[in-house]
């Protein structure tokens, strides 16, 4: 059975595979599980430019995040995918949420979270994290 996916990251996406899709973005792990990538122009897709892997003790993905904001050095050349357009993906593969967790504010930013989850994994999107969030369905918080 596949788990969740959005543009081809799954609970399955490991370092290899980043590193095969941005072999001239900027890699960088650290000592506690993170892989971060900030994806350069040139292999930007999909409207992502950063991707950060979280990994547990026994490196397990513990959590894949997606980031759409554009890097201050390409706004003014590159627009950023709207938030609708992002959602409006997710829902034409997957339908409507499954679960929109109660809303919250902070600061100026109001989440309000929209979950779609199966068997293996949960896939959160969040327009004022301007993310989504793929995790393994056993580890997925909330």
């Excluded at 941005?22 to 960088?28: D, T």
């Excluded at 999107?125 to 393994?136: G, H, K, L, R, W």
Aim: proline share 5%; glycine share 4%; hydrophobic share 35%.
């Amino acid at each position: 059975m596949k788990s969740l996916a959005f543009a081809g990251f799954s609970i399955d996406t490991d370092t290899g595979r980043l590193m095969e899709l941005y072999p001239s973005s900027r890699h960088w792990t650290s000592d506690h599980g993170t892989y971060l990538v900030w994806i350069s122009a040139k292999e930007a897709r999909y409207g992502i430019y950063y991707v950060q892997l979280d990994r547990d003790e026994s490196n397990r993905m513990r959590k894949l995040t997606l980031r759409f904001e554009v890097p201050m050095e390409l706004r003014e050349s590159v627009r950023g995918r709207s938030c609708s357009d992002i959602l409006a993906s997710i829902v034409a593969r997957y339908g409507p949420a499954m679960d929109e967790p109660k809303p919250w504010s902070e600061e100026a930013a109001r989440h309000e979270p929209k979950v779609w989850f199966d068997a293996m994994s949960r896939l959160t999107f969040d327009c004022a994290e301007y993310a989504v969030v793929i995790e393994p369905r056993q580890r997925a918080s909330r």
